[in-house]
């Protein structure tokens, strides 16, 4: 999963639940130093700015973050509550840290829920000292991934099956897309018997640009959302190309020859999402065809995720 936010805030911000429990709290440029009342628990609230949509995408939260260390293991963090608004979303109990210098501890967050109402990071701490060094516990800063996965939503036409399995290009396929944060669900399987399209004439294949033979195959559009793409597959297109992204405005999809490889689904469906070529055989985007690639699975890169992502055939979850 693509972490797409890490959002910070400073240990100074910390936010004490029984003042009458501490002895002191002390806000510096560096952190917030507290001293506990022997023998007390006490709760220490930390409030994350959140950014809930990004590119009209509901994010979910992966894990928090919190760097802090403790005068000794009289001063230990005893819990870790994490809440959307008012919803507690995550629960870590018994935990006892006490680390003598700022480190980085994690918190995950199961099920990476969806977030909507701002994050809240709850520390319960317990002090057994009986001297103020004891009691001691500095924070310095709290924090918290963000993640977004969306998905991408695909319905199989079948003209002529491919020499490359339909289940080969989907598995190739999701090779590339979920480990940068898209999930790539087949929705539907159709067989079209229009053996006048099976060797389909695209032109020049050039985004938005279409003829007459594939404005009538892409009008095949049975039980298709208007932001899913359909991949037809057929015999062969005229000029022959592996496959061929051009497709009618308003139905996005692409057309797949039957002896495409296995990663020209993949590379079809980038180009709907809105990628052009590069000249780089290790990228799903080369222009010089799927069956040089030299590195599989080959990557998308940052640029590339993020204009997918900004997509509008990219949908949550
Ligand atoms: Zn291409």
Redesign the pocket.
């Known amino acids: 999963m693509a972490i797409t936010q890490a959002m910070w805030i400073h240990g100074n911000s910390i936010k004490v639940e029984y003042g009458d429990r501490i002895k002191s709290i002390w806000r510096a440029g560096f952190y917030a130093r507290i001293v506990g009342k022997p023998g007390t628990t006490n709760w220490f609230h930390f409030s994350i700015p959140t950014t809930v949509i990004v590119s009209d995408k509901r994010q979910m939260i992966d894990s928090v973050m919190l760097r802090f260390k403790s005068g000794s293991n009289k001063a230990r963090v005893t819990n870790i509550d994490i809440y959307d608004g008012e919803w507690l979303i995550a629960s870590h109990s018994n935990l006892g840290l006490n680390p003598a210098g700022f480190g980085l501890e994690r918190f995950n967050v199961p099920g990476k829920p969806e977030i909507f109402w701002g994050v809240g990071i709850s520390i319960g701490v317990s002090f057994t000292g009986t001297t103020d060094a004891q009691n001691t516990i500095e924070f310095s800063a709290a924090g918290c991934d963000f993640s977004l996965f969306e998905s991408v939503r695909l319905h199989f036409k079948v003209l002529t099956t491919p020499t490359v399995s339909l289940d080969q290009m989907l598995a190739s396929m999701r090779e590339v897309y979920e480990p940068i944060g898209f999930r790539v669900v087949r929705m539907s399987d159709e067989t079209l018997n229009l053996p006048s399209l099976n060797t389909v004439d695209v032109g020049s294949c050039v985004r938005g640009s279409t003829t007459a033979e594939q404005n009538t195959l892409f009008g095949n559009r049975n039980n298709v959302g208007a932001n899913d793409i359909v991949v037809y597959f057929v015999e062969a297109t005229n000029p022959p190309y592996n496959?061929c992204?051009a497709h009618p405005n308003g139905q996005p999809g692409a057309v797949v020859a039957s002896g495409a490889t296995r990663w020209t689904m993949g590379?079809?469906v980038g180009?709907v999402l809105g990628l052009s070529?590069v000249s780089n055989n290790d990228r799903l985007?080369t222009?010089n065809g799927t069956s040089n690639i030299t590195n599989p699975p080959p990557d998308l890169i940052s640029s590339e995720i993020t204009t997918i992502r900004n997509s509008t055939l990219t949908v949550n979850p």
Do not use: C, D, L, Q
């Open positions: 496959g992204a590379h079809e180009h070529h985007m222009g």
